[in-house]
């Protein structure tokens, strides 16, 4: 496996950041709508750049086959995945990496704010091009 860039890793970091601030005022136990709203409040004040919701197609040897979402693209380079959920299903981090594969993305993260320590939601997830 292949670590992300540099400035990738800065965006994961900035990301984590905010993640951590988000958690540390809100807490776990709310919709994961909250946190995407509460998140959006805090990239916004740390000028983290993100597209949310950010659709993309999906393709099936050449042919578009369907859609989807990120939850957020932060600086075109980063996928972020969130979660308000008691514990993170193996399918979550599968879902990301072939989010990965489809977008040719070098880094992933999942963020479950339903943890009680901020540091045990964050799943970083890289994929080798």
């Not at 740390?46 to 578009?64: A, D, H, S, T």
Request: proline share 5%; net charge neutral.
């Amino acid at each position: 496996m292949r670590e992300p860039s540099a400035r990738v890793d800065d965006l994961a970091r900035q990301v984590i950041g905010a993640a951590i601030e988000v958690h540390r005022i809100l807490g776990p136990g709310f919709l994961e709508s909250v946190y995407e709203e509460a998140s959006v409040l805090e990239f916004d004040l740390r000028n983290i750049p993100y597209e949310r919701q950010k659709p993309f197609v999906l393709e099936f040897k050449g042919k578009v086959v369907g859609d989807s979402r990120f939850d957020f693209l932060v600086g075109r380079e980063l996928v972020v995945e969130l979660k308000a959920v008691e514990s993170v299903h193996p399918i979550y981090p599968a879902k990301v990496i072939h989010y990965l594969k489809m977008s040719k993305i070098e880094l992933g993260l999942i963020i479950n704010f339903h943890a009680v320590l901020p540091r045990d939601g964050i799943k970083r997830i890289t994929l080798s091009l």
